[in-house]
């Protein structure tokens, strides 16, 4: 939902929207703007407002400016006037704006200061938050992960019984999932996106990170099923036909992320639903993608060989990489803006486009030396809840890298229990490799030559799935 909406009287008046778009993107407040005069088009004035979430309106107008008193009249959320110079120097708009009757009132700041609007926005904002506290976990961030998982059993439902249509090879609910196409030959796909984080790339305006995490979180689900990554389809939906120089830079991402990956990109798809995305600066977008691997049958990874005194060893992640960005927004947004520098000399909006690591040369590196890899989990969604996907053992984790810098901070300003950090972040390892004790120390120094490795735990039997993180006291189930 965009905070603020912002509606001008004239296209001419676009250069002081611009003031006002240029603070909040600054400030990390969303937006929408609009252009529709008072006086020629009150009934789509009327729509814009009615139809608008936003708790903050901004009317920018010149000349008679009837437009912020107009909008004052039909809505009981704060308007503030921007005043617009033309043949006056603009005294003829603010005395429109500031002389209006008791009863309607709109807040006036000086001619053509779309600055102050945009502050006076956030200051409003900041008083009437309906949620004034910063989340301290992913449903108080707007994210329900029981009712996620409520309607995912429902769709699973129908998704189970198309099993019977062909010869599946996993059960509903992995990673990817596998067909049999012949007596040697199985296909998998998986079907993700960024999510989130491209409101962050929006907010930056740095759009040539977030075709890696398109791939990664696509191509690191199939090699978790044991699946060989051969092909990729993008999915780009937005509000508006894109700038060149916006699908310049994704196309750039896309393609890096499938060099890593050592795959084509076939194909794909774009869409412009005015009516179903938002941006928070611009044309708003959507991407996702459908990655496609082989496999011999007796190469899948279905978990099923891990047993008691396996080793879990973790390779590291980059950062946030592509999920809990609800959260994460919303929290760091709460004391910073998107070009403050991080203390560790950052800034913001860099620091959370860190593209997600590809983890495909690794597994490759892994077949490549013959080691046999009983389990792989991504660590995405819900964090080392994922590790629970490689079935009812308890993976004890003695150790765990230093935290990185981002996770701690995110834990600060928000407040978070590091329980809650480790069921919704990767907090510094992106894949979890489970294989006999025998093979820790080669693939430690197989893996050791692309990536930092760590030597987390060892897998020890119990009747139920869990993960227990002993440095911080978590456990997982």
């Not at 008193?69 to 809505?75: D, H, K, P």
């Not at 780009?236 to 060149?244: G, I, K, M, V």
């Not at 412009?272 to 600066?281: E, N, T, Y």
Request: aromatic letters at 6%; proline letters at 5%.
């Amino acid at each position: 939902m965009n905070k603020v909406l912002i509606i001008c009287g004239s296209k001419s008046d676009e250069r002081i929207a611009e003031k006002t778009t240029k603070t909040l993107d600054d400030l990390g407040i969303s937006y929408s703007l609009e252009f529709a005069s008072a006086h020629r088009e009150p009934e789509r004035v009327k729509k814009l407002v009615a139809e608008s979430n936003a708790e903050v309106i901004i009317a920018i107008a010149g000349l008679a400016a009837a437009l912020p008193g107009f909008v004052a009249s039909i809505t009981d959320r704060p308007v503030i006037g921007v005043p617009v110079s033309a043949a006056l120097g603009g005294l003829d708009a603010l005395l429109s704006i500031v002389q209006m009757p008791k009863g309607v009132p709109v807040a006036a700041v000086g001619v053509d200061n779309g600055q102050n609007a945009a502050h006076l926005a956030a200051r409003i904002l900041g008083a009437s938050k309906t949620s004034s506290s910063v989340p301290s976990s992913y449903r108080e961030a707007g994210v329900d992960e029981d009712l996620v998982s409520g309607g995912l059993r429902v769709l699973g439902k129908f998704v189970e019984k198309s099993f019977s249509f062909g010869r599946v090879m996993q059960k509903y609910g992995h990673y990817a999932n596998t067909v049999m196409v012949g007596d040697d030959l199985c296909l998998s796909l998986s079907t993700d996106g960024v999510g989130s984080k491209v409101l962050v790339a929006e907010m930056a305006g740095k759009y040539d990170t977030i075709g890696i995490d398109c791939v990664a979180m696509n191509v690191n689900d199939l090699i978790c099923v044991g699946s060989t990554p051969v092909g990729f389809v993008d999915y780009l939906a937005s509000e508006a036909p894109l700038p060149e120089a916006v699908m310049e830079q994704i196309g750039k991402g896309l393609l890096e992320g499938c060099r890593q990956s050592e795959i084509p990109i076939l194909g794909g798809e774009t869409a412009i639903l005015p009516d179903m995305i938002r941006g928070v600066k611009g044309p708003g977008l959507d991407l996702a993608g459908t990655a496609v691997g082989v496999a011999r049958p007796e190469d899948l990874i279905d978990s099923s060989q891990i047993q008691q005194g396996d080793a879990i060893i973790g390779i590291e992640s980059n950062g946030i990489h592509s999920n809990g960005f609800t959260l994460a927004r919303k929290v760091m947004f709460s004391k910073y803006q998107v070009s403050d520098e991080l203390p560790w000399g950052i800034p913001v909006g860099d620091e959370l486009l860190r593209p997600t690591r590809i983890y495909v040369k690794h597994f490759k590196e892994l077949n490549s030396a013959g080691i046999k890899i009983r389990g792989l989990a991504h660590i995405t969604g819900s964090g080392f809840k994922k590790v629970l996907r490689l079935g009812e053992h308890c993976f004890r984790i003695s150790h765990m890298p230093e935290t990185p810098p981002i996770f701690e901070t995110i834990k600060s300003i928000g407040n978070i229990p590091i329980s809650e950090m480790f069921a919704t972040f990767n907090m510094g390892v992106g894949m979890v490799v489970i294989v006999a004790d025998d093979d820790k120390q080669k693939t430690r120094a197989v893996l050791g030559e692309i990536d930092e490795v760590y030597e987390l735990g060892v897998v020890e039997s119990s009747t139920k799935g869990t993960v227990v993180i002993e440095p911080h006291g978590v456990e997982i189930s």
